[in-house]
C-alpha cells in the first residue's frame, strides 16, 4: 500500500506559510504588549529584598502600611497594594520609580532630597554606578507592582 502525501495547489495554499506567520507575529506582539503589562518577575524578586531590608518596617511586609513602626509615625504609611486601584487600574510605574528615588516629596519619608533611608539604595562596599542605583530603584518598583491588589 502506498501512502499519498497531499502537496499544496493553488494560491491559497501557497499563502499558508505566510498567513501562518503573520498569525504568529500577531500572537507574539500581543504577549509582548501584555508582558509589558505586568512588573518584570526576575526584576520584582530583586525588589523583594531591598523592600524587606529598606521598606517593611513602615509599609508592611506584604505593604499595607501596616509595619512595626507604623504605629509611631505622625504620617501612616501609604498603603502600596491599592497604587493601581487609585489610579483606575493602571500602574503608574514612573509616578513610583519618582517617589522612591526621591524625586517626588513624600511627607512621612522627609523631602524629596532625603528620603527617611536616605541614599542607602546608592550606597555600599561596592559604590555602584547610577545605572545600579537605578536598577535597584527600578526593582523596587516592579516589586511594587507586583502586589498591586487584583480587580475582581
Known sequence: MRTV???PIGAVSLLA???????????LRLD???????????????GADLFRNYCASCHGTEGRGDGPLAEHLRTQPTDLTGISTRHD?????????????GGRAIGSHGSADMPAWGDALSKSRNQPDQAEVQRR????????????????
Open 5 to 7: 502525501v497531499p502537496r
Open 17 to 27: 506559510p505566510a498567513i501562518l506567520g503573520l498569525a504568529i507575529g500577531a500572537v
Open 32 to 46: 509582548a504588549q501584555e508582558a509589558a503589562a505586568r512588573p518584570d518577575a526576575s526584576a520584582a524578586a530583586v
Open 89 to 101: 487600574g493602571e500602574f503608574p510605574f514612573d509616578d513610583v520609580v519618582e517617589s522612591i528615588d
Open 137 to 152: 530603584i527600578d526593582a523596587l518598583a516592579h516589586f511594587v507592582w507586583s502586589i498591586q491588589k487584583r480587580e475582581g
